[in-house]
Antibody, heavy 121, light 108 residues
Framework: QVQLVQSESELREPGASVKVSCKASGYTFTSYGLNWVRQAPGEGLEWMAWINTNTGKATYAQGLTGRFVFSVDISVSTAFLEISSLEAEDTAVYFC??????????????WGQGTLVTVSS | SYELIQPPSVSVSPGQTATITCSGDGLPKNYVYWYQQKSGQAPVLVIY???KRPSGIPERFSGSSSGTMATLTINGAQAEDEGDFYCYSTDSNDNRGMFGGGTKLTVL
């Protein structure tokens, strides 16, 4: 069965960096793109980027700074989100979500369980 | 790019019809997807491509779209339907995704 398993929660100090992983299984990794979505505490969902798992090229949300880098390692069917120069405002749950497979009678949609990144001194 | 606008909250009594709207200039050209999120969990898709319901989603959930507005309707809302609902769409001009601000549904 399709699974997206994300890395565990992380606690970092301001200015540090963090790398969140999203490991896919149960399907051919390069057949579907991946979206990254974040949710700050008490806030709504925010789409961050879509990554082409074949090429590693990402389409970023407008306004997302260069501190956020999205990548893939096809050999281990894993996508990564690396955030540098962390700020308190980066505290959020980060989700990965596979492009859905939708037909006339069903739509298969898969999300990771989310990774909480806490930025605090 | 454009924005998706949702009401912050909707409240209904059990058995009533809940209606959640999502407006955006790009909706006539782009599909809307609706997600339900319960506290602390990953979102669950309840409507895709404006009107279609994934398997396993109760029939009381339905979607419609007209012009710049999409609507999620829950006929005969139940207590278990409480949660936050988000509309989602992509801008076909730049392939960027976007979520509405979310609507908190209360059934009591």
């Amino acid at each position: 069965q399709v699974q997206l398993v994300q890395s565990e929660s992380e606690l970092r100090e301001p200015g540090a960096s963090v790398k969140v992983s999203c490991k896919a299984s149960g399907y051919t990794f390069t057949s579907y793109g991946l979206n990254w979505v974040r949710q700050a505490p008490g806030e709504g969902l925010e789409w961050m980027a879509w990554i082409n798992t074949n090429t590693g090229k990402a389409t970023y949300a407008q306004g997302l700074t260069g501190r956020f880098v999205f990548s893939v390692d096809i050999s281990v069917s894993t996508a990564f989100l690396e955030i540098s120069s962390l700020e308190a405002e980066d505290t959020a749950v980060y989700f990965c979500a596979r492009d859905p497979l939708c037909g006339t009678t069903n739509c298969e949609d898969y999300w990771g369980q989310g990774t909480l990144v806490t930025v605090s001194s | 790019s454009y924005e998706l606008i949702q009401p912050p909250s909707v409240s209904v009594s059990p058995g009533q019809t809940a209606t959640i709207t999502c407006s955006g200039d790009g909706l006539p050209k782009n599909y809307v997807y609706w997600y339900q999120q319960k506290s602390g969990q990953a979102p669950v898709l309840v409507i895709y491509e404006d009107t279609k319901r994934p398997s396993g989603i109760p029939e009381r959930f339905s979607g419609s779209s007209s012009g710049t507005m999409a609507t999620l309707t829950i006929n005969g809302a139940q207590a278990e339907d409480e949660g936050d609902f988000y509309c989602y769409s992509t801008d076909s001009n730049d392939n960027r995704g976007m979520f509405g601000g979310g609507t908190k549904l209360t059934v009591l």
